[in-house]
């Protein structure tokens, strides 16, 4: 191979160019006789190609030529290079050992070395295997042994330096990571050092950095600013493991290094890096604990502890009870946590163990475990999980927790389950292993330990008294400590079961599911030949105790979530059911859920019996066959429950038709069939299922709209797809079967292939509809309109079961696939081959976007398939190139009807995605490019057949798919000017779908990971993210792209408009991951040439773009350069004021500080210009902009603060500047701002509309600089004659503009007139500047201290009443409150208004609390503050808006964050709202309930999550207010369901909601097919039961005896009586309650009529109440006797009647298979305690062997106390 041909080469594979020139000059340095030829062929053998080489007379150049061929080799993707990385290193290596001088020369010439590291820095990236680290260590290798000292040290200070600068963000930032990491290995194999490194650093920034007054100051000062750049990068979580582990290569080195600064020195400096790091960078937090940490306190052990100490000395993170955890207290939790890991700090000790543990190191941190429980309820998430992380976590497996440990975990538990954040969930779970873990290390430890104190205490061996004392004392304490972890996992187990009620969140039942199976999967379930346990690692203990898990409540719970409506969920239960024996499956009937029907009309003792439902045909008949062969009354009952439950199923999966039910009905028949205990009966069962289906699809094809409504397949589908996955095929499929299983492997395979055949008609009934291009309205013509269905029903009918049928054919694929490979019998042929041209058709055809996204995983797994077919290799490249033809048909001939193209570009993934030979990937790829680039001419007639759309989509689709990713990155470049071309093309079609392309490539290049804040700032300056020269000739195109005018054509027609598309994407692209370097200058320039582009968003964007490049440049003289540029372009002068103020923004963001200074000079300067060029171009553009530019920088200066004396002079001084425009006045008018600009206009100021909202906001911040209050109101009241678009404008500046200047009540003044506009719009915006103004300035109560604020809200009180929202009074009468949507139909102020309205009262309120001399409390608590309440209860509701739900929140936090609560205060007028804040608490967006917990974490004064909050602030509330009549019927109201009575003031009004009520709305089916969502799913009503229930012992008896005032008839005087009215309401509703409760006389069971949320709610509402109602009787029954006797008999009957009642109910509910948690609840009362109890719903532990930890070796009045939740 000649040298033109390998450099050709090179270039076509685009290598880079930097390596290009370096193997050329390999050649040039050492070539002796270039025209030498080879005399013979080189070996094919690697091993002999050296020594081959050594005989060739021109041996340097023919070894030249090797090594480019290799290193272009290797630098192509990996698929295609293969092991050429290898062979590289291998040559290399080779060459060095040679025996030939010139070929040693070559191996170690410094290009041959700077050649590998720019292959390694450039290509590590993108092809990161193992042989890629070979390459840096042989170039490690070849520096530490060259015999050349001076090629050794340029080598070495070259690669430094391009390291340096990839580092110190002056190269594209993909070569970071490599950079990183080839550094690190050369300071860890001593090829460089720390000196060279830091000297060749001290090089790099000389020209900037100081020289410090001493060589030690000038070390720390280089090492401290390299570390500075160095730790930016910990910030990016694919850099940031590269970059901790060269940081602690670093730290090593310095510390080992005999030059280098002392170890006491080293460790303050790491200490010091770390904390600069952090403050500069704390996002980096989370990778400094995971890759800095862990290395550094191994290195360092010592300089780790004082770190440690010294952390806790500057502030003790223990004590932090702030809301807010700064970076400091984060820090040292964070170094707590991997301290603990690592050793540094450990946990008390509990006892001394007899064995013989690990040495305690003598240097140790002791933890504070007390101070950890405040921190696992702590509001910050982060804090949880690392508090978490630190409980539990340790460097020993086998240390017992402390009995403060597992009292901690238990009161924190529960809050730590049920966190909205899927991050957090998986940190919870992370450390949830970890203590499962160690819970069975240390149970393990502690039965060894009993065990050998045991064996020393038996009487023939002989112990001295005080030694066997010491061991009976060690004894004890062991097994006390044993018992105590004992009773932790059994109340962890109930723990785990209790979350997994049906009312419980998502978040609750997915954490609690997934902790149950790492439980179960550790080993601690009971052992059985079926299910052995899984494999533990060799080094881990093994349980010392089991558990029987699957009693009757965990088959309940765990059934009950198969119907669960979230997939992972349902998934999660299944697969925990599928660790149950056959025989946990065994239990009664189970009713279909219409039979529960409770007869509301009569009374609850008249309750008929309810009728049992027709069973369902079809899977009756399944489970008669599965129960034919079984024979005897023990078959019969086996699986009974299972089945029953599949049967019960199936019936709501017809009645209903979800998908969620279909799913678990699927999934439990597949339960079924994995259980069924012989192939005959699976076979029959499989058989019954095939048939069923295909009885339904006989009907859909009879009859399509019956078969929607009575017959859906897609369950049916779901099933079989789960049962086919879950048969062993290696036993079904074997070649070795016997000849009876023969014959069942024959009829397995027929209705494998009845199946497949099922699929196919399915889709040929259904096809119709989803491949309309419409599919979503269209209805075939043999269906009637008339008829029941309508097109959601079809269509959902028709996705579902093309979706589902299309996940079996996956399956079955999967299994043909291990057939094939697990030399298993073959399946039929026809089946792979009908499923392959099945889903190819339907992909082809299909126009529904979900069906198509389902069909294209199938047919990516058959083109995988051909690859792996056992038969004649041709047949798979035959099927495979079949489709491909047919792709290629698809594309020539079908129309472009919709601009994805559908499933054709699935077509050409998945056939690229097989990584056959023919069709290959590069062969697919070229063709798709060639018809994406034919030419189209714009006369060409129909639009809608241009096949070069489905030619880029498909392309698109390429570079989308992860798959494909690695081999479609040498495509990049080529793709990107395709779309560029395409996006030329006269066709709209062919540039939308270039667009489309280019945005695709986009998109692949900076990834779709970053949010949109992060997007829109773009390029910080530094790196520029892309490595440009990696992909071809993408810097010129873009560098093209950019020269493009889009002014060329006269009008914006078309061709036009495709090259403004052009320019966007480009300026875009530039933005957000910075210029090639290369074209730096280039670039700069076009885009300088855009800001005069004719089109508005084109000058804006380039000025956005313009912006990024100059970040680095000085600032003011390049806005000076560009405001002073001569133009007389208007659209020019418009984007150099643009990009003006947009560099401005920019760096008044990032540079606060060194921006002030530039502002004395550009203020005047602006001024001048302002009147120059309104004078020039007399445009309102250019003027607004002007008045713009003024406006961002009066923001600057109103909002810059500084604590320098010298700063804050010129601050002043430039504020005065500002503020003294020329013309200007203390009451300006909007004649005379124009003036400010436009000196001496002559036009009529009507044409300058356009500046009239830009003027009025510069007119607010001109008054704000000089804080003329006076003047704001008059030039507010002078805007009303502008319109409302000018007042908005105006008054939405205003919180901003005078954020800083103060006097509230000159804001307040100048705003009266708009409070009482008639526009809602000017009110909303007036009272939002007024709450906003004091949410800023005001925090605590001493800030009101203002008299003259106070008394400015104090006068607006009028103003801001509610009397104006509803013109009756709507106290006491909730029924009058306007829904959202009646707003303007009760002619009331908007919705915005209201929330305006609420926030600012809120403000009102607290003035008056805190002045109550100065207005009438009396009058003002029964008016404003009651109507306030009112409407923050009605608002709190969950039906309400968001916008108003936060408004409510927001406007309690103002209110109780600032109002001064004293012993003293009176609460009754403050429960309403109280009560609202409890609301809020539970509401559904995690956003209001964070700001609400943040109240009532001011309101405690400790910071807490909003579930801990929850039940800490209704015990606080319950402190204070627990003898108020209206707490108490709150209380009553609230754990019996009845609506809440915070709006009512006449407690005459209120009465508790009967059950029966209750009963009737939850037992209402819900059997649409798509299931309306709660407007709440945060909240567990049971959970809030049994906190408000125990409020209830805690009422002092008085609250209930209550005085009536009675005029005596005899004596006219008036008597004052006691009654127990509440007592007795209560009483009766209870009573009433549990006559409900009896009158259910329907079996239950799972998936009965308790399984329904709402049903199970009420029945643990009645149980509850009757509890709580009991309780209270028995305790304080003496303390009621005041009350009139016969209320105190009617109450005791009462009382009588519950218990009667109970025990009724409590053997009925035997009978009827009640859920297992409600008899736990029942069992609760101690009335009940001569009834035997059921334990069988108990999990305890059953030990192993026989010890002294047995639970009958250990009373339990001895067992350690454990708070339960």
């Not at 079961?497 to 149950?516: D, F, M, N, V």
């Not at 709006?1543 to 009967?1554: A, D, G």
């Amino acid at each position: 191979m000649d040298k033109t041909t390998i450099m050709g080469f090179c270039s076509e594979v685009c290598i880079s160019s930097s390596l290009e020139i370096s193997v050329k000059s390999i050649m040039d340095e050492t070539s002796h006789n270039p025209d030498a030829a080879a005399s013979v062929q080189p070996p094919v053998d690697d091993r002999l190609l050296v020594k081959w080489l050594e005989g060739q007379p021109g041996e340097i150049q023919v070894t030249g030529d090797k090594l480019e061929e290799l290193l272009a080799k290797a630098a192509l993707p990996r698929h295609v290079s293969g092991n050429a990385c290898i062979k590289l290193c291998y040559f290399i290596e080779q060459c060095k050992s040679s025996k030939s001088p010139l070929l040693r020369s070559l191996a170690y010439s410094k290009k041959t070395c700077l050649s590998l590291f720019s292959f390694y820095i450039e290509w590590n990236e993108k092809n990161q295997h193992r042989s890629m680290r070979q390459v840096v260590e042989l170039t490690s290798d070849l520096i530490d042994k060259n015999p050349d000292q001076q090629t050794r040290t340029a080598v070495k200070t070259s690669i430094l330096e391009r390291s340096m600068s990839i580092i110190t963000h002056q190269a594209s930032q993909p070569l970071v990571k490599p950079a990183f990491k080839a550094l690190e290995c050369f300071l860890s194999k001593r090829t460089i050092s720390t000196q060279e490194l830091i000297d060749v650093y001290r090089h790099h920034r000389r020209a900037t950095s100081p020289v410090s007054s001493t060589e030690t100051a000038e070390f720390n000062a280089l090492w401290d600013c390299l570390f500075s750049e160095v730790f930016e990068w910990m910030a990016l979580a694919d850099i940031s493991p590269a970059t901790g582990k060269f940081l602690v290569t670093v730290f090593r080195e310095l510390r080992s290094s005999s030059d280098g600064v002392s170890s006491t020195n080293l460790t303050a400096s790491w200490q010091r890096w770390i904390r600069e790091g952090l403050r500069r960078q704390p996002e980096a937090l989370e990778n400094v604990k995971n890759y800095l940490f862990p290395s550094l306190f191994k290195l360092d052990r010592p300089g780790s502890l004082i770190f440690l100490e010294d952390l806790n000395k500057q502030g003790s993170v223990w004590d932090m009870k702030d809301q807010e955890f700064d970076a400091q207290s984060l820090l040292q939790l964070a170094a707590i946590e991997t301290g603990k890991k690592s050793g540094l700090i450990e946990e008390p000790s509990t006892i001394k163990f007899n064995q013989k543990t690990a040495k305690r190191s003598a240097a140790t941190i002791v933890l504070q475990e007390e101070a950890l429980s405040s921190l696992l309820v702590h509001a910050s998430d982060t804090v949880r999980s690392l508090a978490f992380s630190v409980l539990v976590s340790s460097n020993s497996s086998i240390r017992p927790f402390s009995s403060t440990t597992l009292t901690i975990l238990q009161s924190s538990m529960g809050i730590l389950y049920c966190d909205s954040d899927a991050k957090f969930r998986n940190e919870v779970l992370s450390n949830t292993k970890h203590m499962i873990e160690r819970l069975r290390g240390t149970t393990a430890f502690m039965v060894r330990e009993i065990e050998s104190l045991s064996f020393q205490l038996l009487p023939e061996h002989a112990l001295s008294p005080q030694e066997r004392q010491m061991a009976q004392h060690a004894l004890e304490q062991t097994t006390e400590l044993l018992q105590g972890h004992a009773s932790f996992i059994e109340w962890y187990i109930s723990f785990l079961l209790g979350e997994l009620i049906p009312t419980s969140s998502y978040q609750r039942h997915i954490i609690a599911l997934k902790s149950i199976s790492l439980l179960l999967r550790s080993g601690i379930l009971k052992p059985n030949s079926q299910f052995p346990p899984e494999r533990i690692a060799d080094n881990s203990t093994m349980w010392p105790c089991t558990i029987d898990f699957f009693n009757p409540m965990s088959m309940r719970l765990l059934l009950d979530l198969l119907m669960d409506p979230f997939e992972d969920v349902r998934s999660s239960a299944s697969k925990i059911l599928k660790l149950a024996l056959p025989d946990d499956f065994t239990g009664g009937e189970l009713v279909e859920e219409s039979q529960v029907d409770f007869d509301t009309s009569q009374p609850a003792d008249c309750w008929e019996n309810l009728a049992a439902a027709a069973q369902n045909a079809s899977v009756a008949k399944l489970v008669a066959s599965c129960e034919g062969n079984s024979s005897g009354m023990e078959k019969g009952k086996s699986l009974k429950l299972l089945r029953d439950f599949v049967e019960q199923a199936q019936a709501w999966s017809k009645k209903t038709g979800r998908a969620d039910y279909a799913d678990g009905a699927g999934r439990s028949t597949s339960l079924l069939f994995s259980l069924l205990p012989s192939i005959n009966e699976q076979t029959n069962f499989l058989t019954h299922l095939v048939e069923d289906l295909e009885t339904k699809l006989c009907t859909a094809e009879q009859d399509l709209a019956k078969a929607v409504l009575d017959a859906p397949v897609h369950g049916n589908f779901a099933a079989l797809n789960f049962v086919w996955d879950s048969i062993n095929h290696k036993e079904i499929f074997s070649v070795d079967l016997l000849e009876p299983l023969t014959n069942t492997r024959t009829h397995w395979d027929s209705l494998q292939l009845r199946i497949t055949l099922a699929c196919a008609r399915i889709w040929e009934v259904v096809k119709d509809i989803l491949c309309n291009d419409s599919p979503e309205g269209h209805l075939p013509q043999d269906l009637d309109e008339g008829d029941v269905i309508d097109t959601k029903d079809l269509l959902s009918y028709s996705f579902r079961a093309v979706h589902e049928s299309s996940n079996l054919l996956q399956t079955m694929l999967d299994k043909i696939q291990l057939r094939w490979e697990g030399s298993l019998s073959p399946p039929p042929p026809e089946i792979f081959s009908i499923i392959g041209d099945l889903t190819f058709l339907q992909l082809s055809t299909l126009r529904h976007r979900g069906a198509f996204s389902t069909v294209s995983l199938t047919f990516t797994k058959c083109c995988a398939l051909t690859q792996v077919e056992p038969q004649i290799a041709s047949s798979a490249v035959d099927r495979l190139q079949s489709w491909y033809k047919g792709a290629l048909r698809c594309v020539r001939e079908q129309p472009s009807t919709t601009r994805r193209s559908a499933g054709i570009p699935a077509l050409f993934t998945a056939i690229m995605a097989a990584q056959a030979k023919v069709p290959s990937f590069e062969r697919v790829m070229a063709e798709l490019m060639a018809m994406a680039c034919h030419a189209t001419k714009a006369i060409e007639s129909d639009e809608m057949k241009v096949y070069q759309v489905h030619a880029l989509n498909s392309i698109r689709e390429v570079f989308k798919s992860t798959t494909l990713g690695k081999r479609s990155e040498r495509h990049i470049a080529q793709g990107f000017g395709l779309a560029v071309d395409s996006m030329k093309s006269p066709k709209w079609p062919i540039r939308n779908s270039g667009l489309i392309l280019l945005r695709s490539i986009v998109d692949r290049l900076f990834g779709t990971s970053d949010g949109k804040a992060v997007m829109e700032s773009g390029w910080d300056g530094k790196s520029v993210k892309l490595h440009y020269d990696g992909y071809g000739n993408m810097a010129n195109l873009l560098d093209d792209l950019l020269k493009v005018d889009p002014d060329d054509s006269e009008s914006l027609a078309e061709p036009a408009l495709g090259v403004v598309q052009l320019v966007l994407p480009a300026l875009d692209m530039i933005r957000r991951g910075g210029p090639p370097p290369s074209h730096k200058k280039s670039i700069f320039k076009s885009i300088a040439s855009h800001l005069g582009s004719r089109i508005w968003h084109v000058r804006e964007q380039a000025a956005k773009t313009i912006c990024i490049m100059m970040l680095n440049m000085e600032w003011k003289d390049s806005v000076l350069a560009l405001l002073e540029t001569p133009t007389k372009s208007a659209n020019l002068r418009h984007g150099l004021l643009m990009a003006a103020r947009v560099i401005l923004e920019r760096r008044w963001v990032l540079y606060p500080g060194t921006t002030l200074a530039g502002f004395a000079d550009l203020i005047p300067r602006l001024q001048r210009l302002s009147s120059d060029d309104s004078h020039k171009f007399k445009s309102p553009i250019i003027i607004n902009s002007h008045i713009e530019l003024s406006v961002t920088i009066a923001e600057f200066l109103l909002s810059h603060e500084t604590s320098n004396e010298e700063e804050r002079a010129q601050l002043c001084e430039m504020k005065l500047q500002f503020w003294n425009i020329d013309g200007a006045s203390y009451h300006p008018t909007m004649p005379e701002i124009l003036q400010w600009f436009y000196p001496n206009y002559l036009e009529d100021p009507t044409k300058y509309t356009h500046c009239y909202p830009s003027m009025a906001r510069v007119a607010v911040y001109q008054m704000a600089l000089s804080g003329n209050h006076r003047a704001l109101g008059g030039f507010l009241s002078h805007l009303a004659e502008y319109g409302i678009d000018v007042q908005c404008a105006a008054l939405t500046c205003i919180s901003e503009a005078w954020k800083l200047v103060g006097g509230f009540s000159g804001l307040c003044k100048a705003q009266h007139a708009q409070l009482n506009s008639k526009s809602s719009t000017v009110r909303t915006i007036a009272f939002n500047n007024l709450s906003n103004n004091l949410d800023n300035s005001f925090s605590r109560i001493s800030h009101l201290e203002d008299h003259q604020t106070v008394q400015a809200l104090l006068t607006m009180l009028p103003l801001c009443s509610f009397d104006s929202l509803v013109g009756k009074a709507v106290l006491g009468k909730p029924e009058l409150c306007p829904t959202n949507s009646s707003f303007v139909e009760q002619g009331l102020f908007g919705e915005q208004e209201l929330c305006a309205r609420i926030k600012f009262v809120a403000w009102l309120c607290v003035a008056a609390f805190h002045s109550t001399s100065d207005i009438d409390m009396k009058a003002f608590k029964t008016k404003t503050l009651a109507l306030w309440s009112h409407w923050l209860t009605w608002g709190s509701a969950s039906s309400n808006s968001y916008e108003l739900r936060l408004a409510v929140a927001t406007g309690l936090h103002s209110f109780y964050c600032n109002l001064d609560m004293t012993e003293d205060m009176k609460w009754e007028p403050l429960i309403p709202s109280l009560l609202g804040l409890y609301t809020s608490l539970n509401d559904d967006d995690e956003d209001i309930r964070t700001i609400t917990a943040n109240t009532v974490s001011c309101i405690l004064k400790t910071a807490l999550a909003p579930p801990a909050a929850n039940e800490r602030f209704v015990f606080w509330l319950n402190e204070r207010c627990n003898s108020l009549p209206l707490f108490i019927w709150h209380i009553l109201y609230r754990i019996t369901g009845s609506p809440s009575i915070a709006n009512y003031q006449n407690l005459q009004q209120t009465s508790l909601v009967p059950a029966r009520e209750q009963f009737t709305l939850a037992l209402v089916d819900d059997t649409a097919l798509f299931a309306e969502e709660e407007d709440n799913l945060y909240i567990d009503e049971v959970r809030d039961i049994c906190l408000w229930s125990k409020l209830v012992q805690v009422i002092p008896p008085k609250a209930f005896i209550q005085k009536e005032v009675i005029q005596d008839e005899t004596n006219k005087k008036l008597r004052k009586y006691p009654n127990l009215s509440i007592m007795l309401e209560f009483a009766v509703w209870v009573v009433d309650a549990i006559g409900v409760l009896m009158a259910a006389k329907s079996p239950d069971g799972p998936l009965g009529w308790t399984s329904k949320p709402g049903i199970y709610e009420i029945v643990i509402r009645v149980l509850r109440c009757a509890n709580v109602l009991l309780d209270y009787y028995s305790e304080n029954s003496a303390a009621l006797h005041s009350a009139l006797p016969q209320e105190q008999e009617e109450l005791h009957n009462k009382v009588q009647n519950v218990i009667d009642g109970l025990r009724m109910f409590r053997r009925q509910a035997a009978e009827l298979d009640i859920h297992p948690q409600l008899i736990q609840e029942l069992n609760q009362q101690k009335f009940l305690d001569q009834l035997s109890k059921s334990d069988s719903n108990k999990i305890s532990l059953n030990w192993k062997n026989a010890s002294p930890i047995g639970r009958s070796d250990i009373p339990k009045d001895e067992q350690p106390p454990l708070r339960q939740q």
